[in-house]
């Protein structure tokens, strides 16, 4: 089996920056592709960002420009590094990874930005 474990969440004020990690262990032999996505209180879970382990990347619109997904191959990693925070990017951030068509979630982390 697989676990993540996330950390990075935390409060911070508009415009602030916080940065996420996710670290996998366990029975992993190829990832597939790695993600962040999130979910607000009454809102469906929306993707993020995502990488893939030849490391391309992929970014919902209302992030691009402000969010940068990255990823540790050799430590089975992916960081979230989230600038100029706003109020709308408030929400419990969880990791996904792939591997050999499984998905594995994180336990989410939750981010809350303030006004």
């Known amino acids: 089996q697989v676990q993540l474990v996330e950390s990075g969440g935390g409060l911070v004020q508009a415009g602030g920056s916080l940065r996420l990690s996710c670290a996998a262990s366990g029975s992993i032999f190829s990832i597939s592709a790695m993600g962040w996505y999130r979910q607000a209180p009454g809102k469906q879970r929306e993707l993020v960002a995502t990488v893939t382990s030849g490391g391309s990347t992929n970014y919902a619109d209302s992030v691009k420009g402000r969010f940068t997904i990255s990823r540790d191959n050799a430590k089975n990693t992916v960081y979230l590094q989230m600038n100029s925070l706003k109020p709308e990017d408030t929400a419990v951030y969880y990791c996904?990874?792939?591997?050999?068509?499984?998905?594995?979630w994180g336990q989410g982390t939750q981010v809350t930005v303030s006004s």
């Open positions: 996904r990874i792939i591997v050999v068509f499984k998905v594995y």
